[in-house]
């Protein structure tokens, strides 16, 4: 649910709502559920303000200017809850009063239920410097207009033609409680995203975070231009098992789906996954670290989720070994674990904790294809589907600049191939880790990103070997 209006003049980036109005709304809701007779009740908004260019060969297209809010409410009533959301904010006390009606009228049809828990009462801003950022605000049509124009010139130069998006955002997010918790925050956001033809050669490039300066698009346009034009020719890749360099957007593809191996409250307290059965043991070589991290500087840092509690660091995979998992109120009073503020509501998708800050440390490893006698370099994963959360597997294909690797050089490029393969077995089989970091967004997670460094892999399969 979302309302679009179009921006009439260019001025700096703002929210969508700002915090008075969208503590107010908040505050409203809850007011009116608890008046209705809820025993409980809160609300958040989220709000989004964004500006798109996109382009394709030679023009810019589809130029949008995009403001959407959220406003939803969660009213409990003997242990039953419901939840009501609107775009309207006039309308907050009415949809604070449908919700106490809902949920007492589960209550009354099904019986009542133990009482959730509650986040601790808190109140203030979150100001922190790092989420705003003023460059990113500025970055105007105009200046994402040259960019993409110099984008595209520089794939034409070279024979080839570019496609994609940059855009900026500020997002927000307020949450009130009945139990005292008011908090608000606002973060800047910049994307990137190119996809260069020449040819059968394609490379592809993304990259997120709060700074426009962290995206670095001259230097990414350029390499992005360059992997393309070396990618023509492609051969398609014998089935077989080899050793890989995955870019950083490969790696970061095989951890966008950890959540389904057990790292989330829910799987722990039901007995299931990684965390539930394997909590402690090594089951991928110590130098690999991954965390769920909002605090980090690196992707997109957001202090605290939709139930206004504090979002800390997870570590998911600590020195190789199972570590912990991500908890909302509700899964974290259903497993023993503490409550670590990854509260998650998505479309068509039913309350639960997520994994949306997934980073995995780098390293030190300045050239990974040089350690590799022969065996391939994939630049990313895609169309990739879970087959088994016990064993970790995924299913899926490698897609652009992907090239033979002989006596430590990229020389043949291949078209893409399809794999299935372990995520906890190919990182059992990492031996090497670059220092460089891409983030990219994680699909239907609300300010969701996974940050991950390239990796060398000895024995990564292709196609039906075995």
């Not at 801003?125 to 200046?143: F, I």
């Not at 909002?294 to 997870?314: I, K, N, Y």
Request: charged share 25%.
């Amino acid at each position: 649910m979302s309302t679009v209006d179009r921006i009439a003049t260019e001025r700096p980036l703002e929210v969508a709502v700002g915090r008075d109005r969208a503590l107010e709304a908040c505050h409203a809701a809850v007011a009116a559920a608890l008046a209705a007779g809820a025993d409980r009740a809160s609300a958040f908004l989220t709000g989004r303000r964004s500006g798109y260019t996109r382009f394709a060969v030679d023009r810019v297209h589809q130029p949008q200017d995009i403001r959407e809010w959220t406003l939803m409410v969660r009213a409990e009533s003997a242990g039953r809850a419901s939840r009501v959301a609107t775009t309207d904010l006039t309308a907050a006390g009415a949809v604070g009063r449908r919700a106490a009606d809902r949920a007492r009228a589960l209550a009354t049809a099904f019986g009542s239920l133990p009482a959730g828990s509650a986040a601790p009462a808190v109140a203030g801003d979150d100001a922190n410097a790092s989420l705003w950022v003023e460059e990113t605000a500025h970055w105007d049509a105009a200046a994402r207009t040259a960019a993409a124009r110099r984008t595209m010139d520089a794939a034409a130069r070279a024979g080839g033609a570019a496609y994609g998006m940059v855009h900026h955002a500020a997002t927000e997010l307020a949450v009130v409680t009945g139990e005292g918790v008011e908090r608000y925050a606002r973060a800047t956001e910049a994307h990137g995203s190119l996809t260069v033809k020449v040819a059968d050669g394609t490379s592809h490039w993304t990259d997120v975070d709060r700074s426009l300066a962290v995206l670095d698009l001259e230097a990414a346009t350029a390499r992005t231009v360059r992997e393309a034009d070396a990618a023509k020719g492609r051969i398609d890749l014998p089935d077989g098992t080899y050793d890989v360099v995955l870019g950083p957007l490969a790696t970061g593809g095989l951890l966008e789906r950890i959540a389904a191996f057990g790292f989330t409250g829910e799987a722990v307290a039901d007995g299931v996954g990684a965390v539930a059965r394997r909590r402690g043991q090594q089951v991928v070589v110590p130098e690999v670290d991954v965390a769920d991290d909002p605090t980090a500087r690196r992707g997109l840092p957001f202090p605290f989720d939709l139930e206004g509690t504090a979002s800390v660091r997870v570590p998911l995979l600590d020195r190789g070994r199972v570590a912990g998992a991500v908890t909302d109120l509700a899964s974290a009073a259903r497993s023993g674990l503490p409550a670590t503020g990854h509260a998650h509501i998505a479309r068509e998708e039913t309350p639960h904790a997520v994994p949306a800050s997934i980073t995995m440390a780098a390293g030190g490893d300045e050239d990974l294809v040089a350690g590799v006698e022969r065996g391939l370099y994939v630049q990313r994963l895609w169309y990739l589907n879970v087959i088994d959360p016990e064993t970790t597997t995924l299913t899926g294909g490698s897609r652009d600049a992907c090239f033979l690797v002989e006596d430590g050089r990229l020389t043949q490029p291949v078209s893409p191939a399809r794999f299935s393969e372990s995520v906890f077995g190919a990182l059992g089989r990492v031996d090497g880790i670059g220092p460089d970091v891409l983030a990219q967004p994680l699909m239907n997670v609300w300010n969701g990103c996974v940050s991950a460094p390239a990796v060398r892999v000895r024995g990564f399969r292709f196609g039906g070997a075995r």
